[in-house]
């Protein structure tokens, strides 16, 4: 392949991770969706390709709709234990940030909810929202008629802003604070003081502590907090596994405020919270290693700002 080809497609390699990660939700299958992107790209008749970018962007939707409807992934996301791949901020995968919609696509709760549309609904609605591309150029892409992808973006949110916890966007600022307060509560033990920090309809899902799978989930602002309360309630077993006593770092993960566990080794567990209002509404917690991979290379190259526990 030529040097400008390959230039060609480098300049567009960040913009197909984004949209591959969030069509996926995993950066490692973003990734190998790129790959095999740049594969196709080399071995295609690049003279008879008109506009590169489209082409591109046609090729690595189709490839993440391939993988959404494989047998193996429809049967990892049935089973309930699947969970998106936080990414750490300012990590190029995160893509588009400047509206509302490039924010909120790419945040746990909407690439959750994402996973109740089907695949073609969910393409259509990332291409949409997250790219600003116009119903033409998806029904181009998708190989359906614009008024399909009308209605397949229509359809998708819908269900998408009826579930979702919509309010206004959260200064990050107020944000930290929010979550500095909660993580005081939850390393002393205040559980009144975390119950009053939590929505009356407060969720939590956890991936528990190490390499579990079996999702752990909690409803009602007393389970949420006493769930907390004894995950950040540390005890030798639990140094342990984490293999020291981790410092308690809070940074943005997909544009949300998150409390970062952090042992010499590097990350060893986060929380990501959902904030409104001056209230926590929901929490993930994920400590299975596979699932920090990415978070945790950026970490290593990140300048965090000091830990706001020293010591757990």
């Given amino acids: 392949m030529d040097s400008p080809a390959i230039d060609r497609f480098e300049a567009g390699r960040d913009r197909l991770?984004?949209?591959?990660?969030r069509l996926l939700g995993s950066?490692?299958?973003?990734?190998?969706?790129?790959?095999?992107?740049?594969?196709?790209?080399?071995?295609?008749?690049?003279?008879?390709?008109?506009?590169?970018e489209?082409?591109?962007?046609?090729?690595?939707?189709?490839?993440?709709?391939?993988?959404?409807?494989?047998?193996?992934?429809?049967h990892e996301?049935?089973?309930?234990?699947?969970m998106p791949e936080p990414l750490l901020e300012g990590d190029p995968m995160l893509g588009p940030a400047e509206t509302v919609e490039q924010r909120e696509s790419v945040s746990l709760a909407v690439l959750t909810l994402m996973e109740?549309?089907?695949?073609v609904e969910r393409a259509a609605y990332v291409l949409h929202e997250a790219f600003s591309y116009p119903h033409a150029e998806?029904?181009?892409?998708?190989?359906?008629?614009?008024?399909?992808?009308?209605?397949?973006?229509?359809?998708?949110?819908?269900?998408?802003?009826?579930?979702?916890?919509?309010?206004?966007e959260?200064?990050?600022?107020?944000?930290?604070?929010?979550?500095?307060?909660?993580?005081?509560?939850?390393?002393?033990?205040?559980?009144?003081?975390?119950?009053?920090?939590l929505t009356a309809d407060a969720t939590a899902v956890s991936d528990g502590f190490g390499p579990a799978r079996r999702l752990l989930r909690f409803t009602t602002r007393e389970r949420v907090a006493s769930y907390v309360r004894a995950g950040f309630t540390p005890t030798a077993a639990k140094r342990r596994l984490a293999g020291g006593s981790p410092a308690m770092?809070?940074?943005?993960?997909?544009?949300?405020?998150?409390?970062?566990?952090?042992?010499?080794?590097?990350?060893?567990?986060?929380?990501?919270?959902?904030?409104?209002?001056?209230?926590v509404s929901s929490l993930r917690g994920i400590a299975a290693a596979d699932r920090l991979a990415r978070l945790n290379e950026a970490w290593r190259q990140h300048e965090p700002d000091p830990p706001v526990v020293s010591a757990w």
């Avoid at 969706?33 to 003279?47: G, H, I, N, P, S």
């Avoid at 500095?180 to 975390?194: D, I, K, N, P, V």
């Avoid at 943005?252 to 590097?266: I, M, R």
């Fill in 27 to 52: 950066a490692d299958d973003a990734e190998d969706a790129v790959q095999d992107t740049f594969l196709r790209w080399q071995a295609a008749d690049r003279e008879r390709v008109r506009m590169p």
């Fill in 77 to 82: 996301r049935a089973a309930g234990d699947w």
């Fill in 170 to 197: 959260v200064d990050p600022a107020a944000a930290r604070r929010i979550v500095e307060e909660f993580l005081a509560a939850a390393t002393s033990g205040r559980t009144e003081r975390l119950v009053a920090l």
């Fill in 249 to 279: 770092h809070v940074a943005l993960v997909n544009g949300s405020p998150a409390v970062l566990a952090v042992t010499d080794d590097g990350v060893v567990g986060i929380v990501v919270f959902e904030v409104g209002d001056g209230m």
């Fill in 116 to 119: 109740r549309l089907s695949p």
């Fill in 54 to 74: 489209a082409w591109l962007t046609k090729v690595v939707t189709n490839i993440c709709l391939d993988r959404l409807r494989s047998a193996r992934a429809r």
């Fill in 17 to 21: 991770a984004s949209l591959a990660y």
């Fill in 138 to 168: 998806i029904a181009g892409i998708l190989d359906i008629t614009e008024s399909a992808s009308q209605q397949h973006v229509h359809r998708a949110r819908r269900r998408v802003t009826t579930e979702r916890r919509v309010g206004d």
